[in-house]
């Protein structure tokens, strides 16, 4: 089945640029979504279709995706920002797990 | 407003079974294909299974299979996740989600499944 890999922490000071990057073999060939899960809250989609934003979503939360690698940037980044991000795709190769998630990604502000 | 409501969690014995719901408020219900994921304490998302909005298709994740069963009601705007043969593993939190262009920009808050003698 298919896999993808965060890194488990990332950590930026308030103001700077965070990325945080989710690898699959050949994941610039899928549509990548992106989630945002506060403790003791239920994920909220920041990004999907590698680059766009659902409405209410700041600006600062951006998308790209090519090759190996897809990758969720947060600009100037802000205390609330902090929180658990995963990756997602939907897998029709396999019948074992349609929609795959990454382990996810701690984000602190420091 | 949007609303997906999750209900029927509890403490089970292994080996036992729970019904799950999901109250879809806000939106034309009929019109979505609908996910159940989960999350063990601790730990990260997992997908559980899914539901086409006529229900003509159906999936399963490996762990679930043969043991959970999805389905919904459109008249009653409401998804199920029936669970038997629970196991200490499968212990998390449950929500169900909208599908949105294979993502899920939907989610409910989540109803909590405890597997424990």
């Known amino acids: 089945s298919y896999v993808l890999t965060q890194p488990p922490s990332v950590s930026v000071a308030p103001g700077q640029t965070a990325r945080i990057t989710c690898g699959g073999n050949n994941i610039g060939s899928k549509s990548v979504h992106w989630y945002q899960q506060k403790p003791g809250q239920a994920p909220v989609l920041v990004v999907y279709d590698d680059s766009d934003r659902p409405s209410g979503i700041p600006e600062r939360f951006s998308g790209s995706n090519s090759g190996n690698t897809a990758t969720l940037t947060i600009s100037r980044v802000e205390a609330g920002d902090e929180a658990d991000y995963y990756c997602q795709v939907w897998d029709s190769s396999s019948d074992h797990s349609l929609w795959v998630f990454g382990g996810g990604t701690k984000l602190t502000v420091l | 407003e949007v609303q997906l409501v999750e209900s029927g969690g509890g403490l089970v014995k292994p080996g036992g079974s729970l019904r799950l719901s999901c109250a879809a408020s806000g939106f034309t219900f009929s019109s979505y294909s609908m996910n159940w994921v989960r999350q063990a304490p601790g730990k990260g998302l997992e997908w559980v299974s899914s539901?086409?909005?006529?229900?003509?298709?159906?999936y399963y994740a490996d762990s679930v299979k043969g043991r959970f069963t999805i389905s919904r009601d459109n008249a009653k705007n409401s998804l199920y996740l029936q669970m038997n043969s629970l196991r200490a593993e499968d212990t998390a939190v449950y929500y169900c989600a909208r599908v949105l262009r294979n993502g899920m920009d939907v989610w409910g808050q989540g109803t909590t499944v405890t597997v424990s003698s």
């Open positions: 539901i086409s909005s006529s229900s003509s298709y159906i």
